[in-house]
């Protein structure tokens, strides 16, 4: 079980968790199961799958069988397919309001959950909202209320509207579920803008009490969507506001859980898991390929060292040491050239071609020490003191100058050649 929210009345709130949906179809058991495992082993707390039709509801059975990780139905048109998926074990329910809204059906839905113990997420998007009769009235009410009263001060009168009518349709749906005394929800109200995300949630914390899950709708490709869901989200959990957060990119989600994963530990609201990996951005000073070599340490860190230990790789020795402080296993690079460093420790002084092999063999040796309690994390403050960069890595400065030292290593960015 994944609890979300809490915090109320004096309890300790839920860590945030991180969320992701599917990319497959769900009536294909075989690869939805390994999709949903896939995004589980990246780190994902819960995963979500449409169920758009009733083969789809009819796979889940099985799919949950075959999977550990609390499996979300997501609900788009029929609200049969929610009492379906309820029937099959699925652990929650989402409901876009803008889509099922005949009362009886919802009071099914509802039922349904509460028999069966489990939590439904109501998902208002900006995209789903469904104009009422009153429409024109009540934008006019609440949209002034908003003009006036909105946190950043610069929300459009179209952005005052629509949240307007996000609060109205969470109102109108919410009361459906207090008249039958169904409190298991979370909400979210979802938007592709990133200032008017942060400006809807804020309102929509101040008027319910429920978890929120956090989320930017359609965020676009991830070199994009990064930026566009981590402006929106980090505003927003800085301030408190955000139980759960799901990323969304059009791309392999597995991208969707790492990056909600390091968003959230950028932050300081999980704890690290796996190694953390400081890169220098690169400059004049290089003379080594890092960007390969710093993507090829990316991979095996996440496929191989599960122990949240700190580890540098630095261009040079200019800024390196100070920058790489604290890191348990470093490497500098020079002329061609690397030297490794273990919590401090000088271990190696190696060509360029043996820096990946042997820095990652350092952390494997270091994480056995870690497991078997030779080494205790954050125990000992790592100083470094940096290699001499004429003697050790025949990149001085000096000799460059001098033109003694060839620096036209050229970078190649991996994929480009
Ligand atoms: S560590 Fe050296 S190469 Fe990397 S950015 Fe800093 S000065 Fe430049």
Redesign the pocket.
Known sequence: MVRVGGGLEGTEPAPVSVQTMTAGYTHDVDSCVAEINRLAAAGADVVRVAVPEKKDTSALAEILRQTRVPIVADVHFHFKRALEAVEAGVHKIRLNPGNIQDREQVNAVIDACKDAGIPIRVGVNEGSIIERKDKQKRMEELGKFFEKTSASGTMTSKHAHLLALIIAKLEEYLDIFHERDFRDVAISCKSMDAAFTIAAYQEVSKRFEYPLHLGVTHAGPKETGAIRSIAALSGLLTQGIGDTVRISYANDPVYEVEDGLELLYSLGLREREGAELIA???????QVD?FTLVQDVREKLASEITVPMKVAV???????PG?AEGADVAV??GNKRGIIYVQGEKVANIPEEEILDRLLAECQAFQRDVLDGTVKLGEKRVEIVPPDPIGELGSGFDKIAAGEVDRTTPLTVRGSD
Request: hydrophobic residues 40%; aromatic residues 6%; contains cysteine.
């Open positions: 220098c951005p690169t400059c004049g000073r290089i890092l630095m261009g040079c020795v200019v800024n390196g920058e500098f690079a």
